[in-house]
C-alpha cells in the first residue's frame, strides 16, 4: 500500500481505493476480494486515526495502575493489536512482499489451437 495512505489517510474510502489500485498494479485483484479489502481499509483508517491521537497525547506508551505501578497504555495496546491485524489481512490480499512471493498470477492465455486459428 501506498505510503501516503498509510500515514496520513483516516479515510476508509480513500484506503479501499489505494488498496484496490495497489493490488490491480501487482495483477492480483479481484472483485471478489471486496469484502475483505472492506475490513482491511477499515482497520488502517482505525490505525491512522489512533496513531494520530497516540501522537498528539505525546506518545504516552505507559499509564499508571490503582496500585500505583504502570502498565503498557490502552492505545498502545490497541495499536499494536490493529498491527497484526492489518498485517493478517495484508498477507491474505497479498499486499506485502512475503505474502507476494507464494502468488502465481493467473494468466489468460490462448490455447495454441485458438493462436493457430486466430492468425488467419
Do not use: H, W
Not at 56 to 70: I, K, L
Not at 89 to 107: A, G, M
Request: glycine residues 4%; charged residues 35%; proline residues 2%.
Amino acid at each position: 500500500m501506498s505510503d501516503d495512505v498509510l500515514s496520513k489517510d483516516f479515510d476508509k474510502a480513500a484506503v479501499k481505493r489505494a488498496t484496490i489500485r495497489d493490488m490491480k498494479a501487482l495483477k492480483i485483484y479481484k472483485k471478489q476480494y471486496d469484502r475483505i479489502i472492506d475490513i482491511y481499509a477499515d482497520l488502517v483508517a482505525q490505525y491512522n486515526r489512533l496513531n494520530e491521537e497516540f501522537a498528539d497525547g505525546g506518545y504516552q506508551v505507559e499509564s499508571e495502575t490503582a496500585q500505583g505501578g504502570s502498565k503498557k497504555s490502552p492505545m498502545v495496546a490497541t495499536l499494536e493489536t490493529l498491527r497484526k491485524d492489518i498485517l493478517a489481512y495484508s498477507d491474505r490480499l497479498c499486499l506485502n512482499p512475503k505474502s507476494l512471493e507464494t502468488v502465481t498470477i493467473e494468466k489468460n492465455e490462448a490455447s495454441k489451437l485458438s493462436s493457430l486459428m486466430n492468425r488467419k
